[in-house]
């Protein structure tokens, strides 16, 4: 049977059926490129320990240099009865150095060891471009804030107007989970670099292979301890598909408020055209397509992570082909998060705020009541009342459509003894923002401040 790596004990070949289901070329051909310098390194691993001459190490190296070359520009592809990346290139090796060479490679090795620790190689290398990718993002970020000093924003819970914070505070706030991922990526590393190579199908080899030189020429770093969870365990395939559920998670929640931003009734955001699409019947729409992805895609990259969890769930150990399923999931979490942020900090750099239209709604819905309570407390007020003046002082104006800044003197007294003209003070957007001067709060030289961490925390990555 061409290319099966396990006909000596089958009386017959495998059924086209059992061919079809156990095929995995479709989606592990990615790895190719990976299993060769795999190889390369177990190579060297078995002249070390006598099993490949100096010469047979030289020809092995060279004809999957070779093999590299064909997979690279395409000359060597799966065929149609390879089962998967792993039983293709020794096919393809086997072509280009002779059976007699080519099939000592596999000794002492299994592709339970290899699979788990190419799993980890390419994780590995996407990690660091989709962490470039977040930390483009969280820069867009940063300069958006920094390039609206001082703009005001009506701050929301529960999506009413709460009190008026800083633009530049509320897009900090967008990037600090960013960086937290970031922190989550930097963390994962520490545990995905270990190497389940040596662990052979499960119970480690017998032929006094050194696990250390073929982890270090994969730029992996200590073999793990134990063969069995070496070639078993896939739980920083999961974890990655977390940090990567987060990412969109984080990802979405901006994307949410950008969609909202952008509609006439906000009109607080300004999508550049070449980040926006049009209706293919209303001539005058202009979508914010790339946030809507952004949203759809995080529901997709979460069930990527429970998809994967699902699968891991209760297996036995050791090995069981259901991990054949691990690569899926975190492969499309990586493609997607490749095109959506591209694109995401694209929309994000480009957008402009109308910066008047946040102002000028800001102080209305009552926003600035806290203000008046924390304003009688520095009178003396106990909180307790402070709380319930300024609430009378809202049922007040609103019962005469009026905002807080409205009301005579006479009027604010009527309300309240306390409410001493003095409080119109703290009935401006200035002084109300400038007055949270609390550790992490929306006054200028906090949020200035902040962004300064900021910016230092960007660079660590
Ligand atoms: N293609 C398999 C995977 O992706 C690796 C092969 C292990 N197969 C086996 N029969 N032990 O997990």
């Not at 009734?265 to 952004?294: C, W």
């Not at 007040?396 to 807080?404: A, S, W």
Request: glycine share 8%.
């Amino acid at each position: 049977e061409a290319g099966a790596l396990w006909g000596g004990r089958f009386a017959s070949g495998p059924s086209p059926e059992l061919q079809a289901i156990s095929k995995s070329t479709q989606f592990d051909w990615v790895l190719a490129q990976y299993d060769i310098r795999g190889s390369k390194a177990h190579a060297k691993a078995l002249a070390a320990a006598g099993f490949l001459t100096e010469q047979e190490l030289t020809d092995m190296h060279a004809a999957l240099d070779e093999l590299s070359a064909r997979v690279f520009d395409g000359r060597f592809v799966a065929a149609e009865e390879d089962e998967d990346v792993h039983s293709a290139l020794e096919r393809g090796l086997i072509e280009i150095a002779g059976v007699q060479l080519g099939g000592k490679l596999r000794a002492g090795r299994s592709r339970n060891d290899q699979v788990a620790a190419l799993g980890r190689m390419y994780l590995l290398e996407h990690a660091e471009n989709i962490a470039q990718l977040v930390v483009d993002l969280v820069e867009a970020l940063h300069a958006q804030a920094v390039s609206h000093e001082g703009a005001i924003l009506p701050g929301r819970t529960h999506m009413q107007h709460a009190q008026p914070i800083l633009l530049a505070h509320h897009l900090g706030a967008h990037a600090w989970p960013l960086i937290r991922d970031l922190e989550r990526l930097r963390d994962w590393k520490i545990r995905t670099t270990a190497s389940p190579y040596g662990g052979g199908a499960l119970a480690g080899s017998s032929l006094a292979l050194d696990p250390r030189l073929v982890a270090s020429e994969l730029g992996l770093g200590e073999p793990l301890e134990n063969s069995i969870d070496g070639t078993a365990a896939r739980d920083v395939f999961a974890e990655f598909a977390y940090i990567t559920a987060q990412i969109g998670i984080d990802v979405s929640r901006l994307a949410e408020e950008i969609i909202i931003w952008n509609t006439k009734e906000f009109g607080f955001v300004r999508l550049h055209d070449g980040y926006s699409t049009g209706s293919s019947i209303m001539p005058q729409k202009k979508n914010p397509d790339i946030a809507e992805l952004a949203r759809g895609k995080s529901g997709r990259l979460i069930g990527n992570l429970t998809g994967l969890l699902a699968t891991l769930k209760a297996q036995p150990l050791a090995y069981n082909r259901d991990l054949q399923e691990d690569k899926e999931p975190v492969f499309d979490s990586i493609s997607q998060l490749e095109v959506l942020l591209p694109a995401f900090t694209g929309m994000v750099a480009t957008m402009t705020f109308n910066t008047e239209r946040m102002a000028e709604l800001a102080p209305q819905g009552f926003s600035l009541a806290t203000d008046v309570a924390e304003w009688l407390v520095k009178q003396g007020v106990i909180f307790r009342d402070a709380h319930e003046i300024s609430g009378e002082l809202v049922r007040y104006c609103e019962e005469r459509g009026i905002e807080l800044h409205d009301p005579s003197d006479e009027e604010l007294q009527s309300v309240s003894e306390h409410l001493t003209p003095g409080v119109r003070e703290v009935l401006t957007i200035e002084g109300s923002v400038n007055s949270r001067i609390g550790a992490g709060g929306t006054a200028s030289v906090r949020v200035a401040e902040q962004l300064a961490t900021l910016a230092e925390r960007i660079a660590e990555f």
